[in-house]
């Protein structure tokens, strides 16, 4: 029996290192943003956060069960169940 919530939400992650990490976080983050509005998503939830000094990311927050075509035309490195 599956116990998922229904509408339980995925954080995709893209992972950057190095010195210029923040900044290409930051503009893959733009990306991402563009393709919730072309591609209708309701979830706006994406941005680039700091990890360390020298890994930043890029994600974008989406429901489970939208996720696989997004997965599949994006690419992420790796993904977690958002809890916020």
Do not use: C
Request: glycine share 6%; net charge positive; no cysteine.
């Amino acid at each position: 029996m599956d116990k998922r919530p229904e509408n339980r939400k995925l954080k995709l992650i893209w992972d950057f290192h190095g010195p210029d990490a923040e900044r290409t976080a930051q503009h893959h983050a733009i990306h991402l943003k563009e393709y919730l509005l072309k591609n209708g998503f309701l979830s706006n939830i994406s941005g680039s956060e700091s990890v360390s000094d020298n890994h930043f990311i890029a994600y974008l927050v989406i429901e489970e069960k939208l996720m696989p075509p997004v997965r599949d035309a994006l690419k992420p490195h790796r993904g977690q169940v958002y809890n916020g």
